[in-house]
């Protein structure tokens, strides 16, 4: 059973640098082919697809925030980062990380957690 947990600051100031953590167990962050991905649903607003990275290292980011989006791993940890730049109000959401295989299917979800960007 693999479980994925996040972890990282509730509250964030405008302008600053968002940054969570997700910590894998029950699996390994490297093995084939899996992918590792944060997600976020601002208030009222549907889920949306942040970016993820591969088994191998490889991130993908979607375009709308891909200047202010790092995602990054630490394999002796088993976590993967993600880090948003610049923040506003508007990044006010529940972040979720999770895991797909491939394209095809996302199997598990951390709980969520909630980010407020507020002064």
């Known amino acids: 059973q693999v479980q994925l947990q996040e972890s990282g600051p509730g509250l964030v100031k405008p302008s600053q640098t968002l940054s969570l953590t997700c910590t894998v167990f029950?699996?390994?962050?490297?093995?084939?082919?899996?992918?590792w991905t944060w997600i976020r649903q601002a208030p009222g607003k549907g889920l949306e697809w942040m970016g993820r990275?591969?088994?191998?290292?490889?991130?993908y980011y979607v375009p709308s925030l891909k200047s202010r989006s790092s995602i990054s791993r630490d394999t002796s940890k088993n976590q993967f980062t993600l880090q948003l730049r610049s923040v506003t109000p508007e990044d006010t959401a529940v972040y979720y990380c999770?895991?797909?295989?491939?394209?095809?299917?996302?199997?598990?979800w951390g709980k969520g957690t909630l980010v407020t960007v507020s002064s």
């Open positions: 990275i591969s088994y191998n290292g490889n991130t």
């Open positions: 029950g699996g390994s962050i490297t093995t084939k082919y899996y992918y």
């Open positions: 999770a895991r797909d295989y491939g394209t095809s299917y996302t199997d598990y």
